[in-house]
């Protein structure tokens, strides 16, 4: 078992509304009369209302190239990163020297060394500290990355580990193309990071409690599902104006069609159904992903407000949402013992599971 100390998202200062990103994305994008009624169309069904961004957002119309958007995402991904696990060793009662194990996880930008390397002398990490840097998850790398703290905490159940979860996803929006993924990917995808701290069975904080919330959410089991013949659906292609989405629109079909059925066979490990869950941390992947879901696990929609709030309020953050929304189910005070399931759709087309009891 492992014992997730704390969980602590961070935003960028910069917010803004759905109706002012639009409006400058239009001259950013550069769309003409039609691509403009396009653009204003998706972005009001993308049922979200506010955003946060790395940088001030006149800034990105001075970038011309991969190279300064990239740079750019260095420089703010190391603040927002170094912010984010600062804050959660605080929330745990730690300190930095403490961690043994540093898990990162990011989609959006290419850094080597890598973000938790750079991270590391920010904040102080030792020197031996392991690290592990997690690439090409996408949505799904917060669970996934969660799960593989999980993972290395088994084999070290006295250590410390933390994830670090940074996403910037205003710098990938293309210049210059107006397909439909590009502008849908401009109206659902926001900025943020995240970053928890979690200790194995033999540490000596193991059941403590969160010393803020009082909620600490153990990690009962994972697993994780890659799905044949959908390496087109989602992703990146890596081009010299940088990372241009792939996301196909049969990405909520895909969905309705397998995660149910995936869902049921993972709890039914563990002596339980959909039914036995109390409480879902479910990646945001927008309203189609999301009502896809719902149907899928055979819920009400409402048994997901915890995703729709966040896409709602800080658009779909990449693998970092679902920490975030983490964070706000144990805000709820969820009831000792009971069970919520941690899910997210990645690059691939593929799923993460994370079965939580709450302490």
């Known amino acids: 078992m492992t014992d997730l100390l704390a969980v602590e998202p961070v935003l960028p200062a910069h917010r803004y509304s759905q109706a002012e990103l639009t409006d400058a994305l239009v001259g950013l994008i550069g769309l003409d009369d039609s691509g403009e009624r396009l653009i204003r169309r998706i972005h009001a069904g993308c049922e979200v209302e506010h955003r946060h961004l790395a940088l001030p957002i006149e800034r990105y119309a001075g970038f011309t190239d991969f190279g300064q958007t990239n740079d750019a995402f260095i420089a703010a991904a190391v603040d927002l990163g170094s912010r984010a696990l600062t804050a959660a060793l605080d929330r745990a009662g730690m300190v930095a020297r403490d961690v043994d194990i540093v898990v990162s996880t990011t989609i959006t930008g290419l850094a080597v060394p890598s973000l938790e390397a750079r991270i590391a002398e920010r904040v102080g990490l030792r020197e031996d500290v392991v690290r592990v840097p997690l690439i090409g998850l996408g949505c799904m790398g917060g669970a996934a990355g969660t799960a593989r703290v999980h993972d290395l905490l088994a084999g070290r159940p006295a250590a410390v580990a933390a994830l670090v979860s940074v996403e910037l996803c205003s710098l990938t929006v293309q210049r210059g193309d107006s397909s439909g993924a590009n502008l849908v990917a401009s109206g659902l995808f926001g900025d943020g990071g995240a970053a928890v701290v979690a200790v194995g069975r033999d540490h000596p904080a193991a059941g403590r409690g969160d010393a803020a919330s009082g909620a600490v959410p153990r990690v009962v089991d994972s697993t994780s599902r890659l799905y044949t013949g959908t390496e087109a659906v989602m992703g990146w292609d890596v081009r010299s104006t940088g990372l241009r989405i792939v996301l196909g629109a049969e990405v909520p079909d895909l969905v309705r069609d397998n995660v149910g059925g995936d869902v049921a066979a993972f709890l039914a490990r563990h002596g339980m159904t959909v039914a036995d869950i109390d409480w879902w941390v479910c990646h945001p992947g927008g309203p189609k992903v999301i009502g896809s879901l719902a149907e899928t696990l055979g819920r009400p929609r409402e048994a997901l407000a ?54």
């Open 306 to 359: 915890l995703t729709t709030e966040s896409l709602r309020t800080v658009g779909n953050l990449s693998s970092a949402s679902v920490l975030h929304i983490l964070r706000t189910a144990l805000d709820a005070q969820p009831a000792p013992g009971s069970r919520g399931l941690m899910m997210a759709m990645g690059p691939g087309f593929s799923l993460e599971l994370v079965l939580l009891e709450a302490r």
